[in-house]
């Protein structure tokens, strides 16, 4: 990446609209971001030292809860370092990082979603080729795939931002380093580049969302075909936990993207939601319904007191 820049670091000016509430927010996200790690962490202990739970969903969902560590770790330290009084500079090089690790690992969760939709639709549609068609090399490249397609979108937007020259102001209004954000900084022409920025931004998440609705289309008119009352009860349940996380995950991006005016503080609103609290959900959602996972949370709970009290 050719860095024509003179602008060493930049000043994040935070969520707009906020003065005077730092301290407030400080404790509201610094406790959404403990209960994420603490929850997600939670999760993988449970799918870990279970064998009953060693199973393609699973193992997506294993994927999921360590973007979800990751995902809000990408803004929440900085954002919580300078709410606590420290200084809102951020390097050139953290900006960067910044940027690419928010797509990258929001790209990967968008893929993921995809994949475990298809999970989903093998289960119900043929439920006697499941273990056959979601074997363990299946599962891998499709874990590997979600990464990768990820890490190149992520590269995409990261390089068409940077290669822009930024020689001052450096004042950053958000919370963190995004892209519209910092278009606005550049010292040249970007309107080429909003509308390609754009277009790959929104291309991937649609796309994502017309797989998923042709998998849960096929889901549902399979579900229908079943005779029992509890047998279609049984069907649903165990796609309505991730059609919840599903619905979290894209609302965020749709009101993002497809305002007709950007209202910045609604954006940083929708963010801190998306960044926040739908990695800190993913573990109730996916726990509560589920007794399986219940019953291991609750094993993982026994060893943990147990190890404490001895």
């Given at each position: 990446m050719r860095n024509v820049s003179m602008v060493a670091e930049f000043i994040l000016l935070g969520i707009p609209h906020t003065e005077g509430l730092e301290t407030m927010l400080l404790v509201l996200f610094l406790s959404f971001y403990v209960f994420t790690l603490l929850g997600n962490l939670l999760i993988l202990l449970a799918i870990v030292s279970s064998t009953r739970l060693h199973t393609p969903m699973y193992f997506f969902l294993c994927?999921?809860?360590?973007?979800?560590?990751?995902?809000?770790?990408?803004?929440?330290?900085?954002?919580?370092?300078?709410?606590?009084?420290?200084?809102?500079?951020?390097?050139?090089?953290?900006?960067?990082?910044?940027?690419?690790?928010y797509h990258f690992l929001g790209c990967t969760e968008c893929f993921l979603y995809t994949v475990m939709a298809?999970?989903?639709?093998?289960?119900?549609c043929y439920p006697l080729r499941y273990t056959v068609?979601?074997?363990?090399?299946?599962?891998?490249i499709l874990a590997t795939g979600t990464s990768l397609f990820g890490c190149v979108q992520a590269t995409f937007l990261t390089t068409l931002t940077f290669q822009l020259p930024y020689c001052g102001p450096n004042d950053v209004d958000y919370y963190f380093c995004d892209?519209?954000?910092?278009?606005?900084?550049?010292?040249?022409?970007?309107?080429?580049?909003?509308?390609?920025?754009?277009?790959?931004?929104?291309?991937?998440?649609?796309?994502?969302?017309l797989l998923i609705l042709t998998s849960y289309s096929c889901i549902v008119a399979s579900i229908l075909?079943?005779?029992?009352?509890?047998?279609?009860?049984?069907?649903?349940?165990?796609?309505?936990?991730?059609?919840?996380a599903i619905l979290l995950s894209f609302?965020?991006?749709?009101?993002?993207?497809?305002?007709?005016?950007?209202?910045?503080?609604?954006?940083?609103?929708?963010?801190?939601?998306n960044n926040l609290v739908t990695p800190m959900l993913n573990p109730l959602i996916y726990s509560l319904r589920n007794k399986e996972v219940k019953y291991s949370l609750r094993k993982v709970s026994r060893i943990f007191s147990e190890s404490l009290s001895g």
């Open positions: 994927k999921l809860s360590v973007c979800d560590i990751f995902f809000p770790s990408v803004s929440s330290p900085k954002m919580l370092f300078y709410l606590s009084g420290n200084s809102r500079t951020i390097s050139y090089a953290g900006c960067v990082s910044q940027l690419f690790f298809y999970d989903r639709f093998v289960a119900i068609i979601m074997s363990h090399r299946v599962c891998a892209i519209p954000v910092m278009l606005k900084l550049a010292c040249a022409d970007t309107s080429s580049l909003e509308m390609v920025g754009f277009i790959s931004v929104g291309l991937m998440p649609l796309s994502c969302f075909r079943i005779q029992s009352k509890e047998g279609r009860r049984r069907a649903f349940s165990t796609c309505s936990a991730h059609l919840t609302m965020p991006v749709v009101l993002i993207y497809l305002q007709p005016t950007p209202n910045p503080w609604l954006n940083a609103t929708v963010q801190i939601l």
